[in-house]
């Protein structure tokens, strides 16, 4: 299966990270999605969103993340 790759630099980017998560993860077809996100010492919460994400996509629970994200 050939891969797509994304990448979001990010800094404090906690308003809008949510969305762009589900944005890149919503994404469809028949490949695999590769998506990296570097962070540059956010201080507004951003890092908390992208740990709540990881949690929700190691435990399958992508559909109820990107339902309650924003």
Same mark, same amino acid.
């Given at each position: 299966? #050939? *891969? *797509? %790759?994304? /990448?979001? #630099?990010?800094?404090? /980017?906690?308003? &809008? +990270?949510?969305?762009?998560? *589900?944005?890149?993860? /919503?994404?469809?077809?028949? &490949?695999? +999605?590769?998506?990296?996100?570097?962070?540059?010492? /956010?201080?507004?919460?951003?890092?908390?969103?992208?740990?709540?994400?990881?949690?929700?996509?190691?435990?399958?629970? &992508?559909? %109820?993340?990107?339902?309650?994200?924003?």
């Amino acid at each position: 299966m #050939p *891969a *797509a %790759s994304r /990448s979001s #630099p990010l800094l404090d /980017s906690a308003a &809008f +990270i949510d969305d762009t998560v *589900a944005s890149v993860l /919503s994404q469809s077809g028949d &490949f695999e +999605i590769v998506y990296h996100v570097q962070d540059g010492g /956010s201080r507004d919460g951003t890092l908390e969103r992208l740990e709540h994400w990881q949690a929700c996509l190691e435990n399958g629970n &992508f559909r %109820s993340c990107a339902v309650g994200s924003g």
